[in-house]
């Protein structure tokens, strides 16, 4: 079974402790961590770790830990969960509340320590399974992959850009990953003749911290507009040219 899910898990009683102090202002773990971890995966992807499709790396600073710590398979339910010990929970909880709030060294300083911690449970696990995936020879190529692009990454989905009728404008869509952005979709309005990007737009605010593989299933123009829906239902959202471009 592919992993198809990568993911922190919060220290519910701390978490829960910030959050009232905070007045319910503060930003989990989960959520602050979700960026980095979708774009290590989407660098190994596809990838069968352990046989399970889903990993949690649980944090371990006030709650009780559940099941033994380090790697905790269930394969017979297709999840698994690590478990960070006390010190590495709580350097990764401090980091967390200053990475946004003072500085952008501090800011990356989170993003490796979150990324370290990733490829180090990684492979672990994998060697733990025979090393198959050859984790510990690529984990410095990946790391230093990030660090170059700054853990941020789009994927051009094809399939889903198009041109309008008159050739004069495409939509292109992309699927962006990274630290400050989870996983989220965008969509550009290019003119065709210059070039330009005349529009940019988010489809769901950032950061979003819900995978977005596969969650683009139709997209189509409407004259000035393009839409775009989601998970084959109703949910559709639209991007417009801008007026000063309705008369081309």
Known sequence: MKLRALRFGND???????????????????ATTFGIAQFVLSELMPIDLNGCRQ?????????????????????EMGVSWYNLDYETSR??????????????????????FVAN?????LVEIDQAHGGRNRLAERRDDILNKMRECGCKKEILLEKYSKLRRDRKYKAKVYRCIGHGI?????????????????VSEWL??????????????????????????????DWTETVELPECNLSD
């Open 117 to 121: 911690i990733i490829m180090d449970v």
């Open 204 to 233: 769901d605010d950032l950061p979003h911290n819900v995978e977005m593989a596969g969650a683009v299933t139709r997209t189509g123009w409407a004259g000035n507009a393009f839409n775009v829906t989601f998970f084959r239902s």
């Open 12 to 30: 519910s009683i701390l978490d829960k402790k910030e959050k009232e102090k905070s007045n319910y202002c503060l930003v989990s773990l989960y």
């Open 55 to 75: 990993l949690t790396i649980r944090a371990n600073v006030e709650q009780e830990m559940m099941g033994r710590p380090g790697y905790n398979p269930v394969p």
């Open 182 to 198: 989870g996983d989220a979709i965008r969509v550009d309005l290019v003119n065709c003749k210059t070039d330009d990007i005349v």
């Open 91 to 112: 350097k990764l909880y401090d980091l967390k509340r200053f990475s946004k709030a003072f500085s952008e060294e501090l800011s990356n300083e989170f993003e490796q």
